[in-house]
């Protein structure tokens, strides 16, 4: 099993900066791994799959990079939509994981 | 537009049984695979169990195999999760999931809740 490690647990931001978020897979997954955005009471949202193509809607300030077993999702210039926690998945083989996740919370 | 409706969720005993449904509506059903994704109260989402479009092919997670069957009834437009010998650790929000045969999470409904108590 593929087991994804995501940090920081959370991260305190100000709106304008740009966090980056981590991911660490404990093998390689190529580029099988997407990103998800969960905000409070509502279900998770793809931001990026193939470790960097935006899903259909996503703004172009989320850019997802990596491969192997490193991976980052940075958000450039946070807006106020963005405070969510942010999880990633791999793909590349089964049982299919997903990390803790990193909360992203205003400073 | 893709809509994902689950049902099903309740509280049932530790030991006991329950079945989830999802219906499906808005594509052309036979073509995605769909899947269970479940979190619990405060946790990150957790895979649960995965079927191929033509139902020929499913996947569980180590923590559901041999309790939990994934079913689908593409006439129907449904997918099933059928859960035996639950545990307190099953309690969870478990959402009905849509993808293509990579298992990116596209779709996701608004899920039932599953709560597992004595």
């Known amino acids: 099993e593929v087991v994804l490690t995501q940090s920081p647990d959370t991260l305190s931001v100000s709106p304008g900066e740009s966090p980056t978020l981590s991911c660490r897979a404990s093998q390689s997954v190529s580029t099988s791994l997407a990103w998800y955005q969960q905000k409070p009471g509502q279900r998770p949202r793809p931001l990026i799959y193939g470790a960097s193509t935006r899903a259909t809607g996503v703004p172009a300030r989320f850019r997802g990079s990596g491969s192997g077993t490193e991976f980052t999702l940075t958000i450039s210039s946070l807006q106020s939509e963005d405070f969510a926690v942010y999880y990633c998945q791999q793909y590349y083989s089964w049982p299919l994981t997903l990390g803790g996740g990193t909360r992203v919370e205003i400073k | 537009e893709v809509q994902l409706l689950e049902s099903g969720g309740s509280s049932v005993q530790p030991g006991g049984s329950l079945s989830l449904s999802c219906a499906a509506s808005?594509?052309?059903?036979?073509?995605?695979?769909m899947s269970w994704v479940r979190q619990a109260p405060g946790k990150g989402p957790e895979w649960v169990a995965s079927i191929r479009g033509n139902a020929g092919r499913t996947f569980y997670a180590d923590s559901v195999q041999g309790r939990f069957t994934i079913s689908r009834d593409n006439s129907r437009s449904t997918v099933s999760l059928h859960m035996s010998a639950l545990r307190p650790d099953d309690a969870a929000v478990y959402y009905c999931?849509?993808?293509?045969?990579?298992?990116?999470?596209?779709?996701w409904g608004q899920g039932t809740l599953v709560t597992v108590s004595s």
């Open positions: 808005g594509f052309i059903f036979n073509v995605f695979a």
């Open positions: 999931v849509r993808h293509w045969d990579i298992p990116i999470f596209e779709y």
